[in-house]
């Protein structure tokens, strides 16, 4: 089992840029792939990106190719989600996720709480 803890989230002004971590308890953190996921108010929640275990793959949701980047540090068993040229459309509580394989669905096994993003225009 794994635990995750998110943080980084906050207020920004349109254009501007925030990083997002989630820290993970345990010494299995390399086992998992992780994803970070998106959910706004009255909304599905949303995948945005994911990593695979070694890093080697990544994906992107469509809405956020080439302005996030999702990265991990398997010793510090974190991952990472740089946004950049934030739209207020990104303002939505952000999720990371631990999985087994990675994947772009909302099947992963472990969850955090959830930080809120905010984007004003």
């Known amino acids: 089992q794994v635990q995750l803890v998110e943080s980084g989230g906050g207020l920004v002004q349109a254009g501007g840029s925030l990083r997002l971590s989630c820290a993970a308890s345990?010494?299995?953190?390399?086992?998992?792939?992780m994803g970070w996921f998106r959910q706004a108010p009255g909304k599905e929640r949303d995948f945005v990106a994911a990593?695979?275990?070694?890093?080697?793959?990544?994906y992107y949701a469509d809405s956020v190719k080439g302005r996030f980047t999702i990265s991990r540090d398997n010793v510090k068993n974190t991952v990472y989600l740089q946004m950049n040229s934030l739209k207020p459309e990104d303002t939505a509580v952000y999720y990371c996720?631990?999985?087994?394989?990675?994947?772009?669905?909302?099947?992963?096994?472990?969850w955090g709480q959830g930080t809120q993003v905010t984007v004003s225009s």
């Open positions: 996720a631990a999985n087994w394989a990675i994947s772009r669905r909302d099947e992963y096994a472990y």
């Open positions: 990593i695979s275990r070694s890093a080697s793959i990544t």
């Open positions: 345990g010494r299995t953190f390399i086992s998992y792939a």
